[in-house]
T-cell receptor, first 112, second 121 residues
């Protein structure tokens, strides 16, 4: 089955700096890669996603890149703000179904 | 946008009792819902796929008699933790797939509920 690795597990940045989280996946058939933000005691919220026919996608301060050949994708947050502090999860799913396999999560702390 | 409501948000029960958690798609129909379990500071682990009108599909290692799933309508799936024990204490989260035309950006977009924290004493 699919295996998703996520790094780093924790990330501390100064407000205004950029944050980058990287994920790798194992199943070359995977074609959908969402990123979720989870705040303490809440469910995950989709912040951005990318499909395998696209190499990059941007939404304001958030961008995701995908390298299908290397089977890795990354989340970039620019001009970080304290409210960006949360746990971020990458995930992958393939053509066989809608099951998402999640990475281990990255705890992001933005220091004012 | 698509909203998934989960209830209760918190539940405390005694060991040996059963607990039911409800997951509702509020403004869209969901033929498929997913149940995840999350331990503190860990990732989400898929427990089962809930299919409307048919039996749920459980992931390897998940006891189907322990975690009963019922998806009786296009907007409601329930997870019942039977004979709960302290090791069942966890954060249970449901999600539903939002299809094109239902507020989603395409296939495979999952919207998650707020989660239910179960504590078994």
């Amino acid at each position: 089955g699919e295996n998703v690795e996520q790094h780093p597990s924790t990330l501390s940045v100064q407000e205004g700096d950029s944050a980058v989280i990287k994920c790798t996946y194992s199943d070359s058939a995977s074609n959908y890669f969402p990123w979720y933000k989870q705040e303490l005691g809440k469910g995950p919220q989709l912040i951005i996603d990318i499909r395998s026919n696209v190499g990059e996608k941007k939404d304001q301060r958030i961008a995701v890149t995908l390298n299908k050949t290397a089977k890795h994708f990354s989340l970039h947050i620019t001009e970080t703000q304290p409210e960006d502090s949360a746990v971020y999860f990458c995930a992958a799913s393939g053509a066989a179904g809608n099951k998402l396999t999640f990475g281990g999560g990255t705890r992001v702390l933005v220091k004012p | 946008g698509a909203v998934v409501s989960q209830h209760p948000s918190r539940v405390i029960c005694k060991s040996g009792t059963s607990v039911k958690i409800e997951c509702r798609s509020l403004d869209f129909q969901a033929t498929t819902m997913f149940w995840y379990r999350q331990f503190p500071k860990q990732s989400l682990m898929l427990m089962a796929t809930s299919n409307e009108g048919s039996k749920a599909t459980y992931e390897q290692g998940v006891e189907k008699d322990k975690f009963l799933i019922n998806h009786a309508s296009l907007t409601l799936s329930t997870l019942t933790v039977t004979s709960a024990h302290p090791e069942d204490s966890s954060f249970y989260i449901c999600s539903a797939r939002v299809g094109p035309g239902q507020g989603g950006s395409g296939a495979n977009v999952l919207t998650f509920g707020a989660g239910s924290r179960l504590t078994v004493l």
